[in-house]
T-cell receptor, first 113, second 112 residues
Framework: GAGVSQSPSNKVTEKGKDVELRCDPI?????LYWYRQRLGQGLEFLIYFQGNSAPDKSGLPSDRFSAERTGESVSTLTIQRTQQEDSAVYLC???????????FGEGSRLTVL | KNQVEQSPQSLIILEGKNCTLQCNYTVSPFSNLRWYKQDTGRGPVSLTIMTFSENTKSNGRYTATLDADTKQSSLHITASQLSDSASYIC???????????FGTGTRLLVSP
């Protein structure tokens, strides 16, 4: 498609389970970002990819969070041993260049019971 | 510390009226400032991107201003419509690779 695609759009899981969230950026966009947005809150930066490398992982809240990107395309955000405080919308964005306009996906809403 | 503060937190206006949202930042070194519109349950959508040398930028009924000296920006919405109801997020980028600092947004409700 023409936009950033994220899946699943909604995920309900039990505390302690692992989850994987997927992001398909716009074709040709070298920069990819993950953000977390808790209910009623602003966006929190998680991680930034330039190509397949992650020069900035400073936003990952704990070692339970990891992300990878392959083929300078798809990215996966993995949360291990989920906790209730992980409940949020996880937004992915991509841009053609480091300083270019960001295009956001619709987000993956994660609910940890 | 790099910060972006927005005011007001929330705002209710009547359809057809104008409004102005404020953004103050302390991000340095400054690269650009962006305004995004986020409808409920959707991802943010870009309205404007302004660099250091730009003072004003318009996108339809949306006009953003930037004062790089005072580190302030505003987003003015003219002749508001019900569809303008959303959160408006100010985002400032520091130079170097794209480290974006997000404000917490202003929630605008346009009432009929």
């Amino acid at each position: 498609g023409a936009g950033v695609s994220q899946s699943p759009s909604n995920k309900v899981t039990e505390k302690g389970k692992d989850v994987e969230l997927r992001c398909d950026p716009i074709s040709g966009h070298t920069a990819l970002y993950w953000y977390r947005q808790r209910l009623g809150q602003g966006l929190e930066f998680l991680i930034y990819f330039q190509g397949n490398s992650a020069p900035d992982k400073s936003g990952l809240p704990s070692d339970r969070f990891s992300a990878e990107r392959t083929g300078e395309s798809v990215s996966t955000l993995t949360i291990q041993r989920t906790q209730q405080e992980d409940s949020a919308v996880y937004l992915c964005a991509s841009s053609f260049s480091e300083s270019g306009e960001l295009f956001f996906g619709e987000g993956s809403r994660l609910t940890v019971l | 510390k790099n910060q972006v503060e927005q005011s007001p937190q929330s705002l209710i206006i009547l359809e057809g009226k104008n409004c102005t949202l404020q953004c103050n930042y302390t991000v340095s070194p400054f690269s650009n400032l962006r305004w995004y519109k986020q409808d409920t349950g959707r991802g943010p959508v870009s309205l404007t991107i302004m660099t250091f040398s730009e003072n004003t930028k318009s996108n339809g009924r949306y006009t953003a201003t930037l004062d790089a000296d005072t580190k302030q920006s505003s987003l003015h919405i003219t002749a508001s419509q019900l569809s303008d109801s959303a959160s408006y997020i100010c985002v400032v980028s520091a130079t170097g690779f794209q480290k974006l600092v997000f404000g917490t947004g202003t929630r605008l409700l346009v009432s009929p």
